[in-house]
Every structure is written in structure tokens, then in C-alpha cells.
């Protein structure tokens, strides 16, 4: 399952967001890439570990949703189906 996050500012380098998911996440997260990293269309997709049942995509992307990085609302969802992010 793939947790998608959105609405990243572009003041925040690909390393930046990549330690804020990962800090927030802890050992839930396998795999974190930063897609646009730096420009206006950013955003994250977060592999979560095989371990975790499906309902926990939900918990932490409801957790991640709202917060703030680079002054900006994050916005997350779960993915239980796709890699591709969600059409805009």
C-alpha cells in the first residue's frame, strides 16, 4: 500500500520532505520518494512496510493530512491500488 502527499511547497528540498515523512512515519515507512521536488507540483509516495494491515494507510495518511511543512497544509491520502498519484 502507497500513502500520496500533496500540496508540498516548493521551498522544500526533496531531502527536507523526505526526513519530515520519515520522521512522522517511523517504521511504517519502507520507501519514500519525492516526485517535482522544488516547483509547484510536488508531492510524495510513501511504500508502506508489507507488515502493515491495510487499515493503517488510512490512520497515518487521517495523522499526516493537515499538518504543516514549509508553511504549507499537507494533504495525504491512502492508496490501496495504485502507484500513480491521484489525477488533479
Known amino acids: 500500500m502507497n500513502l500520496i502527499v500533496r500540496n508540498i511547497a516548493p521551498s522544500c528540498s526533496e ?3 523526505r526526513e519530515f515523512l520519515q520522521h ?3 517504521h511504517y ?3 519514500v520518494e ?3 521536488a522544488g516547483t509547484p507540483a510536488a508531492y510524495a509516495t510513501i511504500e508502506l512496510n508489507a507488515e502493515a494491515p491495510p487499515y493503517v494507510g488510512d ?3 487521517r495523522q499526516i493530512h493537515g499538518k504543516q511543512l514549509g508553511g504549507q497544509t499537507l494533504e495525504a491520502s491512502a492508496d490501496l491500488f495504485s502507484d500513480e498519484p491521484p489525477a488533479q
Do not use: H, P, S, T
Request: proline content about 0%; cysteine-free; aromatic content about 0%.
Open 24 to 26: 512522522e512515519l517511523g
Open 15 to 17: 531531502q527536507e520532505v
Open 59 to 61: 490512520v497515518i495518511a
Open 29 to 31: 515507512a519502507k520507501n
Open 34 to 36: 519525492v516526485i517535482d
